[in-house]
């Protein structure tokens, strides 16, 4: 039940100019249960994590307003377990090394079968985190972001959306997930991707970017 958006920019932006398009996300999407957002800084990627809400955390204030990035990776939760609702399990994950943030949107089916696997690297509870470190695995023994979202998902199975971003820039996306379709689309020479707010309708255009253009359902896995 999380939304997922992603913004990509030619030129510097910053985050305050998504804020609002994101606070809509996160209130439309009844996703009020964690929210993070990760971005590319001179060859990293930095996040930010907090369990509360967008339109209640008074701590971004400080400084996400003025952070400036080409590239912007955002989640907003509403976990399929409600246990999960802790801060090692509120999304992007990222890597030790800070070079690739990631998020899932839907439920991996078969996290169970493979969890043993992870179960001395994971840290949180959600089954997010076993398809991030079985995604981290692919990416780091040379397969492309796209190609091992597809392989991650295959394995783990179910309804899923998949958004990541590298400290080279890169945005992978892979969209399975009937019930919450990802869209890529263009806001002057802004592209974005976001998942249509659990609603079957025209809303995410109507009610959150209703002067996009250029939209798209993706199919499968994509670039942005």
């Not at 992007?92 to 696997?117: C, K, S, W």
């Not at 509870?125 to 979202?149: H, I, R, T």
């Not at 992978?172 to 592209?191: K, M, P, Q």
């Amino acid at each position: 039940m999380c939304e997922i958006l992603v913004v990509r920019s030619k030129t510097p932006r910053r985050f305050l100019e998504f804020k609002e398009q994101g606070r809509k996300m996160e209130y439309y999407g009844s996703a009020k249960f964690g929210w993070g957002v990760a971005w590319l800084d001179s060859g990293k990627v930095r996040r930010y994590r907090n369990v509360g809400q967008l339109a209640d955390d008074a701590k971004d204030a400080n400084f996400l307003n003025d952070v400036e990035s080409t590239h912007f990776l955002i989640h907003f939760r509403r976990p399929s377990k409600l246990s999960t609702v802790q801060i090692e399990d509120t999304q992007p994950f990222l890597d030790d090394a800070q070079t690739m943030a990631f998020v899932h949107n839907g439920r991996f089916i078969n996290e169970l079968e493979y969890r043993p696997a992870y179960a001395d690297r994971c840290v949180g509870a959600a089954d997010s985190e076993v398809g991030f470190l079985m995604f981290a695995d692919l990416v780091a023994a040379g397969v492309p972001m796209d190609e091992s979202m597809q392989i991650a998902h295959s394995k783990l199975g179910g309804p899923a959306n998949l958004a990541a971003i590298d400290n080279e820039g890169g945005i992978a996306l892979y969209s399975s997930n009937e019930g919450n379709r990802l869209w890529t689309f263009r806001i002057g020479d802004v592209v974005m991707a976001a998942t249509q707010l659990h609603s079957s309708d025209n809303s995410l255009f109507d009610l959150v970017f209703p002067d996009s253009t250029e939209r798209r359902v993706v199919e499968g896995r994509a670039k942005l």
